[in-house]
């Protein structure tokens, strides 16, 4: 059973940064692409960024490029969510995620960015 668990979430005036950790186990991750996404209150879930898990290769909504970086720790089977220059418009529930064969969600974990 895969598990995905999140955390690093919190409350950050604009400008500041915040890392999300995301804890995968229940099995290797060899050939996974992994990544985050967001949900804001009243608004669908949207993609922000993901890393293919063997190969390292990295994608970025066009609204984070250049201030979010996603990275991976193969050892602690951890994908990281560094955000910097947040903005209010960051706020959102943020999601890890996991695709193979099948698709595997966390629990969320709130993002606020305070004017």
């Known amino acids: 059973q895969v598990q995905l668990v999140e955390s690093g979430g919190g409350l950050v005036q604009a400008g500041g940064s915040l890392r999300l950790s995301c804890a995968a186990s229940?099995?290797?991750?060899?050939?996974?692409?992994m990544g985050w996404f967001r949900q804001a209150p009243g608004e669908e879930r949207e993609f922000v960024a993901g890393?293919?898990?063997?190969?390292?290769?990295?994608y970025y909504a066009d609204s984070v490029k250049g201030r979010f970086t996603i990275s991976r720790d193969n050892a602690k089977n951890t994908v990281y969510l560094q955000m910097n220059s947040l903005k209010p418009e960051d706020t959102a529930v943020y999601y890890c995620?996991?695709?193979?064969?099948?698709?595997?969600w966390g629990q969320g974990t709130q993002v606020t960015v305070s004017s």
């Open positions: 890393i293919r898990w063997t190969v390292g290769t990295t």
């Open positions: 229940g099995r290797t991750f060899d050939n996974w692409d």
């Open positions: 995620n996991a695709v193979t064969s099948s698709t595997y």
